[in-house]
C-alpha cells in the first residue's frame, strides 16, 4: 500500500498522543514495578489492554478474524514488537533509571532504520541521514548529565545487564515494526493492535506465574492508578497510535518521529515537578525538533497521495 513519506495531520495527533502516552509514562513504570513483579504488571495491561481493544474492535463492526496465512506472521510481529520488548525493556527498567532507560530504549530508531535499508531495501537518503543524527544528538544531548554521571562511576553487574536488556529491547521493538511493515497484515489496526496485546499476554502471564508468584501484599493506590493509566492509555490507546503509524508512513518517519517521547517526558518533569531546565533540555528541543522536521519535508514531487483508510477508530 502506497503512503506518504511525511506526517500527515492525522500522523501528527497519532505522534502528539503518543509522545504524550509514552513519555509520562517512563517514570509511572518505575515506581510501579517498585510495588509489583515486572511480568505481573506487564502481563496484566496486555491482557486487558488487548481485550479492552478486541472489544472496541467488536462494538465498532469490525472484523476480528485474522486471515488465512497471516497466523505465523502475526505470531513473529508480537513476539519481536510486544513480548520482547516488554519484557526486556521492563527488567532493564529495573536495573536503571529512567532516564538512562529511556535513552537506551530510544536508540530504537537507529536499528530501525539500517533495519529498513536491509530488509525492506528503503533508501538512506541523505534526508534520513540527517534526521537521524539530529535526533541520536538530540536524545543523548537530553540525558548528558546522567550519561556523565553513569561513565564517571562504576559499572555494576546490574548495570550492564539493564543496559544490555534496553538496547535488546529497543532492536526486537525496530525488528518487529518493520516485519510489521514488510508483511501488512490486511487487518484494521484496531483488531491487530488488540490481537497483538492479547497474543502477548499469555506467555508472559504463564512466565510470571512461575516467575513472579502471587503479590505478597496489596499495591499503593497511586501503583494502581498508574495500572489504570497502562492499561487504558499506554496499552489501548498508544500501541494502537503506534500500528496505525507504522501503517500510514515509512517505518524511518515513524521511529525517528517517536523521538519526540522522550522529550516529553522532560518537559513532563519540568511542568510536573518543577524542574528548571537548563542547555541539555533547550539543545534536545531544537535538536529532536529538528529530526523531526527534517523526516517529514518532502518536495511536492515526492509525496504520494495515500489512499482513504476505512479505520473509523
Given at each position: 500500500m502506497p503512503n506518504?513519506?511525511?506526517?500527515?495531520?492525522?500522523?501528527?495527533?497519532?505522534?502528539?498522543?503518543?509522545a504524550i502516552g509514552w513519555g509520562l509514562n517512563w517514570p509511572i513504570m518505575k515506581f510501579i514495578i517498585g510495588e509489583i513483579p515486572p511480568l505481573t504488571f506487564r502481563g496484566f495491561c496486555l491482557f486487558f489492554g488487548g481485550l479492552g481493544i478486541l472489544g472496541l474492535a467488536r462494538a465498532s463492526g469490525l472484523t476480528l478474524s485474522i486471515p488465512n496465512g497471516y497466523w505465523k506472521k502475526v505470531l513473529w510481529i508480537c513476539l519481536l514488537n510486544i513480548v520482547a520488548w516488554n519484557v526486556m525493556a521492563t527488567y532493564g527498567l529495573s536495573m536503571l533509571p529512567a532516564g538512562r532507560s529511556a535513552l537506551l530504549g530510544y536508540t530504537m530508531p537507529i536499528w530501525t532504520v539500517l533495519l529498513s535499508v536491509w530488509v525492506l531495501h528503503d533508501k538512506f537518503t541523505l534526508r534520513i541521514g540527517i534526521a537521524l543524527l539530529l535526533g541520536i544528538a538530540g536524545?543523548?544531548?537530553?540525558?548528558?548529565?546522567?550519561?556523565?554521571?553513569?561513565?564517571?562511576?562504576?559499572?555494576?553487574?546490574?548495570?550492564?545487564?539493564?543496559?544490555?536488556?534496553?538496547?535488546?529491547?529497543?532492536?526486537?521493538?525496530?525488528?518487529?515494526?518493520?516485519?510489521m511493515k514488510r508483511w501488512e497484515v490486511p487487518l484494521n489496526t484496531v483488531a491487530l493492535t488488540g490481537w497483538l496485546l492479547l497474543l502477548a499476554s499469555v506467555p508472559i502471564i504463564i512466565a510470571a506465574f512461575f516467575v513472579d508468584g502471587a503479590l505478597q501484599k496489596m499495591p499503593s493506590t497511586l501503583a494502581l492508578w498508574g495500572v489504570v493509566y497502562n492499561v487504558f492509555f499506554a496499552f489501548m490507546f498508544c500501541y494502537w497510535a503506534w500500528v496505525r503509524l507504522v501503517?500510514?508512513?515509512?517505518?524511518?518517519?515513524?521511529?525517528?518521529?517517536?523521538?519526540?517521547?522522550?522529550?516529553?517526558?522532560?518537559?513532563?518533569?519540568?511542568?510536573?515537578?518543577?524542574?528548571?531546565?537548563?542547555?541539555?533540555e533547550y539543545s534536545a528541543t531544537v535538536l529532536i525538533l529538528g529530526a523531526v522536521a527534517v523526516v517529514n519535508f518532502s518536495s511536492a514531487k515526492k509525496i504520494n497521495s495515500a489512499p482513504a483508510n476505512s479505520d473509523p477508530i
Open positions: 506518504s513519506q511525511r506526517l500527515s495531520v492525522e500522523g501528527i495527533l497519532l505522534l502528539i498522543g503518543l536524545v543523548f544531548a537530553l540525558m548528558s548529565e546522567a550519561l556523565m554521571n553513569w561513565f564517571s562511576a562504576p559499572m555494576s553487574t546490574q548495570l550492564i545487564v539493564g543496559a544490555v536488556l534496553m538496547v535488546a529491547a529497543a532492536w526486537c521493538w525496530a525488528a518487529g515494526t518493520v516485519l501503517t500510514l508512513v515509512p517505518v524511518s518517519v515513524s521511529s525517528l518521529s517517536s523521538l519526540i517521547t522522550p522529550l516529553i517526558g522532560v518537559i513532563s518533569g519540568i511542568l510536573l515537578l518543577g524542574e528548571q531546565p537548563g542547555w541539555p
